[in-house]
């Protein structure tokens, strides 16, 4: 055995010594594989700072509650009469002053984005007062909270990076009305930081909604009272409503664009390592056309057939790893915490975000490489094992 | 290896034929031949009469079609791939035409690659290629890469790794086919050197009689046999 490894070893030395007279090939193919290991972690760096934002900080005492049947808050519909129903079910968190349960109401408005000057969707959202003590973690990071009644807006901070004319101290002309910006928040869950909240009581006239909503945020009093809450709601015949914890509400609500960005990302990279596969595979082919005499030589010395077939996927493997890694590399020296803003595709709005390349995305694309760099170096190590000996002794 | 009656390689009986698609050659045809231990043989023939086949066949880098080939009492022919290999490298050193050494290796390393299959420590190993380095000439060469040897010297490191492992047989096919005269001279000399002081049996393909002259004895490849007498 230790035999065999030292023959492995002394064949995968002498090839990999050869590379620098081949290194126009070499690096094209370590090239390619670079190129996919880049582009798949690009993509999935997407998905996962996508997903990271949206669920991060979704909670699992924390309720959603639509009409049955939405999908989202802007399919939903839910009146004050329910709103309140809803806030008198078993489990809800209560206060002095009453059940924390914020109905809440959501409007797509158009704001111009900093980085090209467009209008792009923003979500505005009317929240009532416990709507931030259901949170828990909404900070004011600059300004003041909005007062009830009044034409007054908080933006997230997520919205004020992306978005201009969300400064503190800033009038916004939205619908029919001048909205002034007095507070910048963080926190909120999900998508809330890429948001802009007002009074929920001044937004529905604004916007000519009566005294409806779209959805209720509940605080339960603990995680585990979200069954009772359910069942509350499920056996009161005046309510069809459906409710969601926080956490798994965001985590389908974004699911069709994680899934998306990374179908794109799987498709684009399987495309790529298609090609980088036949690049690797010419490379290899030619390694072994190139150095067929000198295989021939080893196998007339005595070395075996296995050693040179290892040996040459040994070559290949190293040759895809150095690419794979490079790329994973580039892709997080390129893409980590790199601040984007993307579109949710169901509530058509903005959603500010991070790249997250994670140690599991590295080793995804460092997997990927290496099952190009072995089918690479399969076919021809195979090849270069069955050459005959006699013949490849003659060969020039 | 111990022979029999002193005989090192008895081919008996030997047909090679390589199809080609549907074409066959017909290339060696119930050829026999004995090769005493010790005996310096050239083999001629005109060109694709199968000298180098028959060498082929005799150095276990292929198998006849039919026939016995036994070299010091091994019947090598019914020997599998890998049990060839580890046969190859322990009873036959094989010289080529083109020399055949790995460019990235110098010549220090080039010799010391058949070692590399046996359980030689690495100083054991140095001290034979110093060995087989000094009997060739070549120890001031040694870390020399083969590119910058002359052809002659190439074949001498050539040489040296075929003997490194100290086998009884050497195979040579057209040792001196790609020298100049002098070169080849001081090749057929070495060879001449080991078979005499040495003791080694040694078969030599060549179209050169000037080459063969330096054999012990010569047989002429003809319509895939033997014979004593050239070929006209
Ligand atoms: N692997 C092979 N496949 C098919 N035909 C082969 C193969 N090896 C040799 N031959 C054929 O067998 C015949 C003998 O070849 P061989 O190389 O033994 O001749 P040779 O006497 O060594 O010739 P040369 O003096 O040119 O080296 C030739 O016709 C050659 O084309
Ligand atoms: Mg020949």
């Excluded at chain 1, 999935?44 to 049955?68: C, H, K, P, T």
């Excluded at chain 1, 600059?142 to 933006?155: L, N, Q, T």
């Excluded at chain 1, 899934?259 to 010419?282: S, T, V």
């Amino acid at each position: 055995m230790i035999h065999w490894l030292s023959q492995v070893f002394s064949i995968a030395s002498f090839n990999l010594r050869t590379i620098p007279e081949r290194k126009g090939a070499v690096l094209a193919s370590a090239v390619g594989i670079a190129g996919v290991a880049a582009v798949l972690v690009g993509f999935l760096s997407i998905a996962e700072g996508f997903r990271a934002a949206i669920m991060s900080s979704g909670a699992d005492d924390i309720a959603i509650v639509l009409r049955s049947g939405a999908d989202n808050e802007m399919t939903s519909g839910l009146t004050r009469e329910e709103a309140r129903m809803i806030g008198d079910a078993a489990g809800v968190a209560r206060t002095e002053d009453g059940p924390l349960v914020s109905a809440e109401l959501f409007v797509i408005i158009n704001l111009p984005k900093r980085s090209t000057g467009t209008d792009a969707n923003v979500p505005f959202r009317g929240v009532e007062k416990p709507a931030t003590a259901i949170r828990g973690d909404i900070r004011i990071i600059e300004g003041r909270m909005f007062e009830p009644g009044r034409s007054e807006v908080i933006a997230g901070a997520g919205a004020a990076r992306a978005f201009s004319g969300l400064e503190v101290g800033n009038t916004l002309r939205i619908g029919q009305a001048d909205w002034t910006v007095v507070g910048i928040f963080t926190g909120g869950g999900g998508s809330a930081e890429s948001e802009i909240w007002t009074d929920a009581a001044v937004l529905q006239p604004a916007y000519h909604r009566g005294d409806s909503f779209q959805s209720v945020h509940v605080k339960l009093t603990s995680a585990e009272t979200f069954e009772a809450f359910t069942n509350a709601l499920a056996n009161n015949p005046q309510l069809e409503v459906k409710a969601m914890r926080q956490r798994d509400f965001l985590a389908d609500q974004s699911s069709l664009l994680t899934g998306f960005i990374q179908g794109i990302g799987f498709f684009i990279a399987a495309l790529m390592a298609l090609g980088a596969l036949f690049g690797a595979l010419n490379t290899m082919y030619s390694a072994v056309a190139a150095r067929t005499r000198e295989i021939a030589t080893l196998r007339a010395l005595g070395f075996g057939a296995s050693p040179v077939i290892v040996s040459i996927l040994i070559e290949s493997l190293i040759l895809a790893l150095a690419g794979g890694i490079v790329g994973a590399a580039a892709a997080y020296f390129a893409f980590d915490g790199f601040q984007a803003a993307t579109i949710n595709w169901q509530s058509f709005s903005q959603i500010a975000f991070a790249f997250a390349v994670t140690p599991q995305l590295l080793l995804s694309a460092i997997a990927w490489a290496t099952v190009i760099g072995l089918l690479g170096g399969l076919f021809p190590a195979i090849r270069a094992a069955r050459l005959p000996i006699a013949a490849g002794l003659r060969e020039t | 290896m111990t022979a029999n009656n002193g005989t090192l390689v008895r081919v008996q009986g030997v047909d090679k034929i390589f199809r080609r698609g549907s074409e066959e050659i017909h290339v060696l045809k119930g050829l026999n031949l004995e090769v005493p231990k010790g005996e310096f043989l050239a083999l001629m023939g005109p060109s694709g009469s199968g000298k180098s086949t028959l060498l082929n066949l005799i150095g276990g880098l292929d198998r006849p079609t039919r026939g016995v080939v036994e070299i010091g009492g091994e019947r090598i022919d019914q020997m599998s791939d890998r049990e060839l290999a580890a046969w190859r490298s322990r009873h036959v050193g094989l010289v080529f035409q083109f020399y055949n050494l790995l460019p990235v290796l110098n010549a220090h390393r080039n010799v010391e690659l058949p070692l590399l299959l046996t359980h030689l420590t690495k100083a054991e190993r140095s001290k034979h290629v110093d060995t087989a380095l000094k009997v060739v000439g070549l120890s001031h060469r040694a870390r020399h890469y083969p590119r910058t040897l002359s052809g002659g010297e190439q074949q001498r490191v050539g040489i040296a790794r075929a003997i490194v492992t100290d086998p009884t047989l050497l195979l040579c096919d057209e040792p001196t086919g790609d020298l100049d005269r002098k070169s080849g001279d001081e090749v057929l000399s070495l060879l001449q050197a080991l078979s005499r002081e040495h003791g080694k049996t040694i078969i030599m393909v060549t179209h050169d009689p000037h080459a063969s002259a330096r054999a012990t004895r010569t047989l002429h490849l003809d319509k895939g046999q033997l014979t004593d007498e050239p070929v006209k």
